[in-house]
C-alpha cells in the first residue's frame, strides 16, 4: 500500500512538472511611448491623449486583453490606467494603442510644462500587459523613455 501511494505520489509530481514544461516561456514585450497631446489641461487636471507602442520579442503573438499600467513623469508618479481594448500583437512585430490619461496636477507636469512644447520629457512605464488565451496570462513590463509634448 505505502508503494502504491509512492508511486502516485511521483506520478502526480511528473505530471505537474510535465504541464510546466508545456508552459511558453515568453518575454515581457516592450511599451514605449509614441506620442503625447495635451487634451485640456488647467490648473486641477490634465486630460492627456497617449498612443503606446507594444513590441513583441516572442516568436508567437499576443493576444492582448488589456494593459494595466502607472505613468511616472520625471520621476514622479503621473498616472495609472487601463486600456481595455483588445488587440494582438504580431509574432516579431508591433502593434498601437491610444488610451486617455487623466491626471490631478503633479510636480512632474508642472516640471514638464514648464519646459515647454518640443522639449524631451522622460518617463516611466509600468504594468502588465494581460493576454485573452494560453497558458501564460500575464506578462510584466518596466520601460523608460522620453517624449515630446505636442
Known sequence: MKRLGSLS???AIAALG???LLVPKLAPPGLAIVNVRVRRADFWE???DVRVRVRNPNAVSLPVR???YALDIEGQRFATGTCAQG???PAHGT???DTEVTANMTGALLTALARGHGQSIRYRLIGKVELSRGWLRSLPFDERGSF???
Request: glycine share 4%; hydrophobic share 50%.
Open 46 to 48: 490634465q486630460r492627456l
Open 9 to 11: 505520489l511521483l506520478l
Open 95 to 97: 502593434a498601437e494603442f
Open 66 to 68: 488589456n494593459v494595466q
Open 148 to 150: 515630446r509634448l505636442q
Open 18 to 20: 510535465g504541464c510546466a
Open 87 to 89: 488587440f494582438t500583437v
